[in-house]
Structure formats: C-alpha cells, structure tokens
C-alpha cells in the first residue's frame, strides 16, 4: 500500500513560480513511475508531468513543457513539481499519483495510476 501527500500549492500572481511536493510512503515507494495530474473547477483531470521510477525519464503536457519540471529524490520517497511562469489557467487542484508496476517508463493516462494523494490547491492570479 502506498500513500501520498501532497503539499507546496498555494496563491502566486502571474509569472510566478511554485514548488509542489508529494511524499510518499510504502517500501517500494522509490520505484514506482509517478505522474502530477490537475483538476480546474468544472473541468476533467488532466495529465501534466510524469517521471519514470529512476528519475531519468520524463514526460509533460504540452500546455506546461517549458515552465514546469517534474523530479524525485527517492532517498527522501519525495517527488516534486517545480512550476515557473505561471499563468491564470494554471489554477487548479494539482494531484500526484503511483503506478503499482516495476515497469521503468512513465505514464500519461489517469486509469494508469493505483495511488492517488489528496490534492493541493495551487491558484494564479492575473
């Protein structure tokens, strides 16, 4: 079983930047794939960063590609989204989420994840 928490989301004014963090617990914790998702208010969750369980492999929306960079420490079983340039139509709920596989790619769907953290609020304000 594994159980995240995310934390770091918050208020910024536009151009701004954020870092969101998701620890982790569980033994296999450092080697699962791991994905940041969003939720806007009246919108699907969408996918925004995925990274594969080394570290060495990543992926991003293209609406973020550029402005956000999504990493890990595993010693400390912490994944984090770092977001620059930030822009109103980043507000949303931000989630991380765990894929139970030892596979070494990463992941973009949400049906692929098994865990999912409680959320953090992250609102740009123009």
């Known amino acids: 079983q594994v159980q995240l928490v995310e934390s770091g989301g918050g208020l910024v004014q536009a151009g701004g930047s954020l870092r969101l963090s998701c620890a982790g617990s569980?033994?296999?914790?450092?080697?699962?794939?791991m994905g940041w998702f969003r939720q806007a208010l009246g919108k699907e969750r969408e996918f925004v960063a995925a990274?594969?369980?080394?570290?060495?492999?990543?992926y991003y929306a293209d609406s973020v590609k550029g402005r956000f960079t999504i990493s890990r420490d595993n010693a400390k079983n912490t994944v984090y989204l770092q977001m620059n340039s930030l822009k109103p139509e980043d507000t949303a709920v931000y989630y991380c989420?765990?894929?139970?596989?030892?596979?070494?790619?990463?992941?973009?769907?949400?049906?692929?994840?098994?865990?999912w953290g409680q959320g953090t609020q992250v609102t740009v304000s123009s």
């Open positions: 989420a765990a894929k139970q596989t030892y596979d070494s790619s990463w992941f973009t769907g949400f049906y692929d994840y098994d865990y």
């Open positions: 569980g033994r296999t914790f450092s080697r699962l794939p």
């Open positions: 990274i594969s369980w080394t570290g060495g492999s990543t």
